[in-house]
């Protein structure tokens, strides 16, 4: 794996540099930079056309600025009450590092700004929904592969089973990694190596995180290409709301994360959250259908 940003160059340039930028770090910044650069070209584009008020974008920066506020305390408070040994072995660190974070806290927390700044500048719910699509799915694509690539410890169970056939034509990695020299510094250490992240999981484990970056990159080229067909407004956010929860869902039962028993069944915070998403995409779905039949 890559802690660091030279490690990828290093590697693929055989050459020794020494970055200090973190791995982690620049996908998450990068993340971030990407999904408000299609906030703002889509409230662009909507203004044009009518669908929202004009000047729209002109808003991008304080959406930017609301939602990064709001969004970093969600992704802090739930993954603390799944990890709440981090918080009460030091509160600060736990806090402010930039590890540990939690989508589903951030996503949640993040809609909710995206819903207190659309009210007040006048932007219908709706569209601010379909707005916000596309930019968390190519969001999620560069944090995600920021995680798989830095091996932060957001990897799945392990894997020991037989790789599929038909997946023979993709490196192994897709279907179980040792994640040497992970940035979580988990597993034992690897022989000889002398820098500083110097350990690989004993096991292979399913690379979740590179699966769910696919996943999340493949929601975004369909949603981002059925963008401008004509529709009722708010499908787009309630697509996105189904499709990422049943993924996640099913990801989950092969990732490592605490898991709760709900009503007899052993569900992590992460599952039990995606039905809710789910759930609200499906009536979404019938509400905004419903306000268009009332609407003619």
Wanted: charge should be positive.
């Amino acid at each position: 794996m890559f802690p660091r940003i030279s490690d990828i160059f290093n590697y693929f340039f055989g050459t020794s540099v020494q970055w200090p930028v973190y791995t982690y770090n620049f996908f998450l910044v990068s993340a971030l930079a990407a999904a408000f650069i299609i906030v703002h070209l889509e409230l662009k584009r909507k203004s044009k056309t009518g669908e929202i008020p004009k000047k729209s974008e002109s808003h991008t920066i304080h959406y930017a600025m609301l939602v990064l506020i709001f969004a970093f305390i969600g992704l802090k408070a739930a993954h603390l009450l799944d990890y709440p040994g981090q918080f009460r072995a030091d509160p600060w660190k736990a806090i402010m590092t930039l590890n540990g974070l939690s989508f589903y806290g951030g996503l949640i927390m993040g809609t909710l700004a995206v819903i207190i700044y659309s009210i007040y500048i006048k932007v219908p719910l709706p569209h601010a929904g379909d707005i916000a699509a596309p930019a968390i799915c190519l969001g999620y694509t560069i944090g995600r592969m920021g995680c798989h690539l830095s091996g932060d410890g957001c990897w799945g169970v392990e894997n020991l089973n037989p790789e599929h056939a038909w997946m023979s034509f993709l490196p192994d990695y897709f279907w179980s990694c040792h994640y040497p020299n992970n940035a979580a510094n988990v597993g034992i250490l690897i022989p000889g190596c002398l820098q500083e992240n110097c350990h690989a999981l004993p096991e292979p484990v399913y690379p979740t995180s590179l699966y769910e970056s696919i996943i999340a990159f493949l929601l975004f080229v369909f949603i981002w290409s059925v963008r401008k067909w004509k529709r009722t407004p708010g499908y787009l956010f309630a697509i996105y709301l189904v499709i990422e929860g049943l993924a996640r869902f099913l990801i989950e039962f092969i990732r490592i994360n605490p898991k709760y028993e709900v009503a007899g069944i052993c569900l992590s915070q992460a599952q039990i959250i995606s039905v809710f998403a789910i759930l609200t995409g499906l009536f979404l779905f019938w509400l905004f259908n419903k306000l268009v039949l009332i609407g003619k």
